[in-house]
């Protein structure tokens, strides 16, 4: 089963989360295989990665809506994105033109010219009008504009550019499982009683904590094969025998990670009323029916002439109470 693990270390400024997307993983790559849309390995690996990525990034942080992980790829793949609501519910899927060679890595795949951009965006359940996401990109590229090599890189660069927080990601995904295991310093307690005085201390505090540094090391021991492979007690008791680490949260079942899809029959409507009946009816002519498929989840939401003149004809006026019997 999916789960996610969060972590502390007794006396440390240090946490940590550990997340394997099992069985939802797995009911992603299926749904896409039954949908006759496969993506190539190194697509699926790299939406793994990015799966698992988003998970610890949305459970991070108290946030009352959808977190959007996504890259603007040169290269084969043009769009990638991992969806990860505050329940935990995931979906990702890509936009991929162009062939994609077996040994494709991060580079050939989404930034053969140094200008792929990644970009998180946190969109408000509730947003009041006029609100907008917040939204904060990093490039695809280290400090010596060397193009990075792991996806794991680029969300720890975000994390330090965007919260000021030194944070060590470990990612892994095969066909099987998507992994990561994230830690992260937590700022200093009680350095917030002066405005202004918290990110100067935080920053202050950037890769200097000793503590930090120690964990840090030990979880980049980790390897792509243990993550992928081991269960997370024996993972969290290889990487931090020696340290004080004490369980603090465990999600799992409905209350954890998985796959859910937020499409839906209206919501395709609603998409193709936007279109206009003119479009709609050119698309009806050529092709005899109209087809939408969802490119998260691989449902096909099918439209003939009949469903199309129900969707654009006004519904007509109801007597009072009539709407409950629907
Ligand atoms: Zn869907």
Redesign the pocket.
């Known amino acids: 089963m999916s789960e996610l693990h969060k972590f502390i270390f007794d006396g440390e400024p240090v946490r940590g989360m550990l997340v394997r997307l099992t069985d939802s993983w797995q009911d992603v790559l299926a749904r896409r295989a039954k949908a006759d849309e496969p993506f190539a390995g190194p697509v699926r690996n790299l939406l793994g990665e990015m799966a698992a990525a988003a998970v610890l990034m949305q459970a991070n942080i108290k946030f009352n809506g959808a977190l959007n992980l996504q890259i603007y790829g040169e290269g084969p793949v043009k769009l990638a994105v991992a969806e990860v609501q505050p329940t935990l519910a995931f979906?990702v899927t890509a936009k991929v033109i162009g062939t994609v060679r077996p040994d494709d890595g991060l580079a050939a795949l989404v930034n053969a010219q140094g200008g792929g951009r990644c970009a998180i965006t946190l969109d408000p359940k509730e947003r009041v009008p006029g609100q907008r996401p917040y939204q904060g990109v990093v490039s695809l590229n280290g400090d010596r504009h060397e193009p990075l090599v792991a996806l794991s890189e680029v969300i720890e660069h975000y994390m330090l550019q965007s919260e000021q927080l030194d944070t060590r990601l470990v990612l892994a995904a095969d066909d099987r499982i998507a992994a990561g295991l994230l830690i992260q310093r937590v700022p200093t307690a009680g350095a917030a009683n002066l405005p202004g005085s918290a990110t100067a201390r935080n920053e202050d505090e950037i890769g200097v904590n000793e503590s930090y540094n120690r964990i840090a090391h030990l979880a980049a021991s980790l390897t792509r094969s243990e993550l992928l492979t081991l269960d997370a007690d024996t993972i969290l008791r290889r990487l931090f025998w020696d340290e004080r680490l004490v369980q603090a949260e465990q999600r799992s079942g409905i209350a954890g990670p998985r796959f859910a899809?937020?499409?839906?029959r209206e919501r395709v409507g609603t998409m193709l009323k936007g279109l206009g009946r003119a479009e709609v009816d050119g698309i009806l002519v050529e092709q005899g029916k109209v087809e939408i498929g969802?490119?998260?989840?691989?449902?096909k939401y099918r439209y003939d002439p009949v469903d199309v003149g129900e969707l654009f004809t006004p519904a007509r006026d109801q007597p009072p109470g009539s709407r409950a019997l629907n």
């Open positions: 979906r899809c937020s499409c839906s969802c490119e998260f989840c691989g449902t």
